[in-house]
T-cell receptor, first 110, second 115 residues
Framework: DAKTTQPPSMDCAEGRAANLPCNHS???????VYWYRQIHSQGPQYIIH?????ETNEMASLIITEDRKSSTLILPHATLRDTAVYYC???????????WGAGTKLIIKP | KAGVTQTPRYLIKTRGQQVTLSCSPI?????VSWYQQTPGQGLQFLFE???????NKGNFPGRFSGRQFSNSRSEMNVSTLELGDSALYLC??????????????FGPGTRLTVL
């Protein structure tokens, strides 16, 4: 079973920051948080991952709480092309598998 | 660098037939994982191959099988197709997947429809 909980859907206005929350209260100390997104019927696209420090790359920022029980993915200036399903995943240790939940459907509105 | 490629992109088969899907990983990547995605079950892990050996396996029946070649290309096979096998089959590659930070990159998928 997935170790993450995400809201099923969110809206965001174009040009604003999109903040996608994720709860992972049972995360273990060595397990990383990964974010992927999937635009309709395409393969998932890697966004970012982190362990306990905040991370930023050209696509997004990842903010992980100090207790590591939740995180937030931030898309700083959302565009219509950011409309997708966003998956927050805790990567297992041992076999390093990605266990996928249902994700958040993010709709960017003009 | 070219991404993960999957062929064919679309496939229509009838019940009872078998099908073979192909995946070419990113150059230099040695691990290939396969996933099945359906509207009802979401993304589910099928199996992972590294150096021509199946390293991990998900909870799927034996009708689902795979293999990896010496050039890291991988194929998966589904025998005796059932209607419920209709899905998007995704392939992901990574360098070695022996650490938590070895990122998996996905191909566009093969859309299989079983009639």
């Amino acid at each position: 079973d997935a170790k993450t909980t995400q809201p099923p859907s969110m809206d965001c206005a174009e040009g604003r920051a999109a903040n996608l929350p994720c709860n992972h209260s049972t995360i273990s100390g060595n397990e990383y948080v990964y974010w992927y997104r999937q635009i309709h019927s395409q393969g998932p696209q890697y966004i970012i991952h982190g362990l306990k420090n905040n991370e930023t790359n050209e696509m997004a920022s990842l903010i992980i709480t100090e207790d590591r029980k939740s995180s937030t993915l931030i898309l700083p200036h959302a565009t219509l092309r950011d409309t997708a399903v966003y998956y927050c995943i805790v990567r297992l240790t041992g076999n390093y598998q990605l266990i996928w939940g249902a994700g958040t459907k993010l709709i960017i509105k003009p | 660098k070219a991404g993960v490629t999957q062929t064919p992109r679309y496939l229509i088969k009838t019940r009872g037939q078998q099908v073979t899907l192909s995946c070419s990983p990113i150059s230099g990547h040695r691990s290939v994982s396969w996933y099945q995605q359906t509207p009802g079950q979401g993304l589910q892990f099928l199996f992972e191959y590294f150096s021509e050996t199946q390293r991990n396996k998900g909870n799927f029946p034996g009708r689902f099988s795979g293999r990896q070649f010496s050039n890291s290309r991988s194929e998966m096979n589904v025998s005796t197709l059932e209607l419920g096998d209709s899905a998007l089959y995704l392939c992901a590659s990574s360098l070695i997947v022996v650490t938590s930070t070895d990122t998996q990159y996905f191909g566009p998928g093969t859309r299989l429809t079983v009639l």
